[in-house]
Antibody
Framework: EVQLVQSGGDLVQRGGSLRLSCAAS????????MSWVRQAPGKGLEWVST?????????YYADSVRGRFTISRDNSRSTLFLQMTSLRAEDTAVYYC??????????????WGQGTLVTVSS | DIQMTQSPSTLSASVGDRVTITCRAS??????LAWYQQKPGKAPKLLIH???SLESGVPSRFSGTGSGTEFTLTISSLQPDDFATYYC????????FGQGTKVEMK
């Protein structure tokens, strides 16, 4: 059974930093690209970032977070990370860890973590 | 960037109704489209991929059609468990979601 267990959400001040983690199990982690998707309170879903499963670890970012957020993974621990810096009020959201069906090319999200709330106070 | 537009934003319906949600892409995405269902306080759940391929375990009352720029999600006979918000998502170039369609009880 695929499981994505998230941790790290918290209340942080504007301009601060936070690191989210996502522990994966039930599939061959290194074979799959992984993503972060967020949802602001009462709003829709927004793709944030994706990292390939290959050794190259190609990364992709939404314009809204590029230069402030860094996605990474530790395949030896089957764990995905999102390092968030220079946080803004508009980064307040539930952040979901998401598994892609395989690689980053023409693949979609098939499993989602439980979500973790990041609140940026101004 | 590819933009996705869903309509309507809210849909009021009754159990047993046939429900259709439309999703339009700002440029052709072939059939690289997925549909998700989300209930309050829960993570989204994948329903359909590649425009019309039903995920394992998803009831057959859900169906998807379309290609290019116009897509639809249809629930043939709405059930109590189907009241939720539905999102389309393109995965032709990066990943973009529609703004969502809330299906509420009439």
């Amino acid at each position: 059974e695929v499981q994505l267990v998230q941790s790290g959400g918290d209340l942080v001040q504007r301009g601060g930093s936070l690191r989210l983690s996502c522990a994966a199990s039930g599939f061959t982690f290194s074979s799959h690209a992984m993503s972060w998707v967020r949802q602001a309170p009462g709003k829709g879903l927004e793709w944030v970032s994706t990292i390939s499963g290959t050794s190259s670890g190609d990364t992709y970012y939404a314009d809204s977070v590029r230069g402030r957020f860094t996605i990474s993974r530790d395949n030896s621990r089957s764990t995905l990370f999102l390092q968030m810096t220079s946080l803004r009020a508009e980064d307040t959201a539930v952040y979901y860890c998401v598994k892609l069906t395989l690689g980053t090319y023409k693949n979609y999200f098939d499993y989602w973590g439980q979500g973790t709330l990041v609140t940026v106070s101004s | 960037d590819i933009q996705m537009t869903q309509s309507p934003s809210t849909l009021s319906a009754s159990v047993g109704d046939r429900v259709t949600i439309t999703c339009r892409a700002s440029q052709s995405i072939s059939r690289w489209l997925a549909w998700y269902q989300q209930k309050p306080g829960k993570a989204p759940k994948l329903l359909i991929h590649k425009a019309s391929s039903l995920e394992s375990g998803v009831p057959s009352r859900f169906s998807g059609t379309g290609s290019g720029t116009e897509f639809t999600l249809t629930i043939s006979s709405l059930q109590p468990d189907d009241f939720a918000t539905y999102y389309c998502q393109q995965y032709d170039s990066y990943w973009t979601f529609g703004q969502g369609t809330k299906v509420e009880m009439k």
